[in-house]
């Protein structure tokens, strides 16, 4: 009698990866750190030019026995990341990788437009080619330009006023083509300004450009004194009005988005604020509220190119995806300190 032995393996669908670009940078790497969370495999593809190795060890470090791989490549670069579609099963991208300041962008356009735009052609091109239909995108509030009306939906023209606002407009209408001529749907989310941290990780720009990073770094560093742009708008206070959205509400849209595209949905777009506005000088009070004593201010004349109120209207995204953004200023602000201190 012969006997044939059959080894039985426990069979198990390889579970397809998300692809993580800009996953080492402040927004990404929150992102990363939730899919982490959910058990998804994930691979970050970062230059870490202005992302953090730091960061990639502390997004390993969170998993218990989901994959975490990081490729450091740059997106200039097609085969940079045409080997990543080669190497990884890859289901879905989430994209953040980007520059994103505005001030640089005006001085030097060029740098923009090859770095987010090409760079994203580069991305798109893989993605065709490797048949990965998905993609969420860092869209921005600067696609929109100076307002015409506020709070800004998502049918509000959008007619940016510098090269940043344009390069991100220039990848909407790209991925729109790509969703009609080769079935890549794409969601882009317009986020207005992101605050706060998960606490692990947090906001580590260099240099820093944001409002509130800017307010708690100036509490942290000897002598120092925040300054103050442009007090004289036409505003409750006399100071800008932004529309502060917690990075984790932010991620929660993304997450959404993501099971959005996987049951089948529409290439569509989406802002993501709270609705409602806060001045420099109220977060400015947050902040001294949540350190807890008086921060030198040097009050200075505006900044050009700064519109005096921006607020996103977001019931889109609460209809269609479900979003609610559930964190106040004050939690993000706590978040934001508690992080800046360990950055110090
Ligand atoms: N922070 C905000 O308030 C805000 C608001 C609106 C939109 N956004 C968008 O969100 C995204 C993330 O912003 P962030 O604040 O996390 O920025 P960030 O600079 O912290 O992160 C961007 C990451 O992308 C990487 N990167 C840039 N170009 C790359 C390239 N060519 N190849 C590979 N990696 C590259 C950087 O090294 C960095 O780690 C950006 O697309 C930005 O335009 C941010």
């Known amino acids: 009698m012969t006997v044939v032995t059959i080894h039985i393996y426990p069979y198990v669908t390889p579970q397809c990866m998300i692809l993580v670009t800009g996953g080492a940078g402040y927004i990404g790497s929150h992102c990363a750190i939730r899919l982490i969370e959910e058990g998804k495999d994930i691979v970050i593809f970062d230059s870490l030019e202005l992302g953090h190795k730091e960061t990639v060890d502390t997004l390993r470090s969170v998993s218990k026995g989901s994959k975490v791989e990081f490729?450091?490549?740059?997106?200039?670069?097609?085969?940079?990341?045409?080997?990543?579609?080669?190497?990884?099963?890859?289901?879905?991208?989430?994209?953040?990788?980007?520059?994103?300041?505005?001030?640089?962008?005006?001085?030097?356009?060029?740098?923009?437009?090859?770095?987010?735009?090409?760079?994203?052609?580069?991305?798109?091109?893989?993605?065709?080619?490797?048949?990965?239909?998905?993609?969420?995108f860092s869209s921005t509030a600067a696609t929109y330009g100076e307002p015409e009306y506020v709070p800004i939906d998502e049918v509000h023209p959008q007619m940016p006023i510098n090269p940043?606002?344009?390069?991100?407009?220039?990848v909407e209408r790209i991925m729109d083509d790509y969703s009609r001529a080769y079935g890549l749907r794409s969601v882009r989310l317009r986020y207005f300004n992101v605050v706060g941290a998960d606490g692990r990780i947090g906001e580590w720009h260099v240099p820093e450009t944001h409002l509130v990073p800017n307010v708690l770094k100036s509490v942290l560093s000897p002598g120092g004194v925040f300054s103050m742009f442009g007090t004289d708008y036409d505003t409750r206070d006399g100071t800008c009005v932004r529309d502060y959205i917690d990075v984790r509400d932010l991620i929660d849209a993304h997450i959404l988005a993501l099971s959005y595209l996987d049951k089948g949905g529409e290439t569509d777009y989406f802002n993501l604020g709270t609705n409602d506005g806060s001045t420099v000088r109220e977060v400015f009070s947050e902040c001294e509220a949540v350190v807890g004593s008086k921060i030198q201010v040097n009050e200075c004349a505006r900044r050009p190119g700064d519109p005096a109120v921006l607020i996103a209207d977001n019931q889109k995204a609460k209809s269609v995806l479900g979003w609610e953004p559930k964190h106040t200023l004050k939690e993000s602000v706590e978040t934001a300190w508690s992080w800046e201190q360990k950055l110090n």
Not at 85 to 106: G, L, P, R
Not at 164 to 170: A, D, I
């Open 164 to 170: 940043y606002g344009n390069s991100k407009l220039m």
């Open 71 to 136: 490729v450091q490549g740059d997106l200039k670069n097609p085969s940079d990341i045409r080997s990543v579609f080669e190497k990884y099963d890859i289901d879905a991208v989430v994209h953040f990788a980007a520059y994103s300041q505005v001030a640089e962008s005006m001085k030097d356009p060029q740098k923009y437009y090859y770095n987010n735009v090409y760079g994203t052609l580069n991305l798109l091109s893989a993605m065709k080619d490797a048949r990965v239909g998905k993609i969420v």
